[in-house]
């Protein structure tokens, strides 16, 4: 399994800017995929932004152009900057580990490792 821990969350007025880390450890399966998704109550989760083993990002359509995924290997963290941020934003935040999905889509919430989350709200 691989240990998340989310970080960076906060109030932040529309059109501000947060940044959001996750640091990992432990260990990690061959497909070596991780991402951030996000959850409002009563949704299920929303895939924003996931990194592939290759180091290629993909995204959630609410996130193409606001926001943007980066990995660090050496620091072992994850990171999501998010800019322009607005009010259908707010939602808790979580970081993914170790994809079990196959060849479905990436975005999609199929990870065996998850963090506790950090809330995001923009007003």
């Known amino acids: 399994h691989v240990q998340l821990v989310e970080s960076g969350g906060g109030s932040v007025q529309t059109g501000g800017s947060l940044r959001l880390s996750c640091e990992f450890s432990?260990?990690?399966?061959?497909?070596?995929?991780m991402g951030w998704y996000r959850q409002t109550p009563g949704k299920e989760k929303e895939g924003v932004a996931v990194?592939?083993?290759?180091?290629?990002?993909s995204y959630g359509e609410s996130a193409k152009g606001r926001l943007t995924i980066s990995k660090d290997n050496v620091k072992n963290t994850l990171s999501l900057q998010m800019n322009s941020l607005e009010v259908e934003d707010t939602a808790m935040y979580y970081c993914?580990?170790?994809?079990?999905?196959?060849?479905?889509?990436?975005?999609?919430?199929?990870?065996?490792?998850w963090g506790q989350g950090t809330q995001v709200t923009v007003s």
């Open positions: 993914a580990a170790n994809w079990y999905g196959g060849s479905a889509s990436k975005l999609r919430p199929l990870y065996q490792d």
């Open positions: 990194v592939d083993s290759r180091g290629t990002a």
């Open positions: 432990g260990n990690t399966n061959a497909d070596y995929c």
